[in-house]
C-alpha cells in the first residue's frame, strides 16, 4: 500500500543474503587464515584450536554460549509511579487564563 511518499520501503540496493558462492569464499579465507594462525594437519584441528583460545576470554564464552544456545530476549524494566499523578501538573491547567 503506497502512500505517495519517496522512500518508503520496498527493494533496497545489496539487500539480502549473500550467494552461496560469496559465503563460501568468506569461509575458506577464515580457514586459511587459521591455517596460518595456528598450524594445525586439518581444517578441523585448526577451527578447534580457535574456540579453545576464544573460550580463554570472557567475551568469547559469551559469544560461544549465545551461538550455541541462543541470546536471551533483551528486556528494560522501567518504573513509573503512577500513585501521585494530575493531568492538572504535566499541563498546567489551571495557570491558563481563558482570553476574553
Known amino acids: 500500500m503506497e502512500d505517495k511518499?519517496?522512500?518508503?520501503?520496498?527493494?533496497?540496493?545489496?539487500?539480502?543474503?549473500?550467494?552461496?558462492a560469496d559465503e563460501l569464499k568468506v569461509n575458506t579465507l577464515f580457514v586459511e587464515?587459521?591455517?596460518?594462525l595456528y598450524?594445525?594437519?586439518t581444517d578441523d584441528e585448526n577451527k578447534i584450536s580457535f574456540v579453545?583460545?576464544?573460550?580463554?576470554?570472557?567475551?568469547?564464552?559469551?559469544?560461544?554460549?549465545?551461538?550455541?544456545?541462543?541470546k536471551p530476549k533483551e528486556t528494560v524494566e522501567t518504573t513509573l509511579?503512577?500513585?501521585?499523578f494530575d493531568v492538572k501538573d504535566l499541563f498546567k491547567i489551571d495557570s491558563i487564563k481563558p482570553q476574553v
Open 5 to 20: 511518499r519517496k522512500n518508503n520501503g520496498g527493494h533496497k540496493t545489496n539487500g539480502g543474503r549473500h550467494t552461496k
Open 33 to 36: 587464515g587459521l591455517k596460518r
Open 39 to 41: 598450524n594445525k594437519d
Open 52 to 70: 579453545v583460545a576464544l573460550l580463554e576470554t570472557q567475551r568469547g564464552q559469551i559469544f560461544i554460549a549465545e551461538h550455541l544456545f541462543g
Open 81 to 84: 509511579s503512577v500513585s501521585n
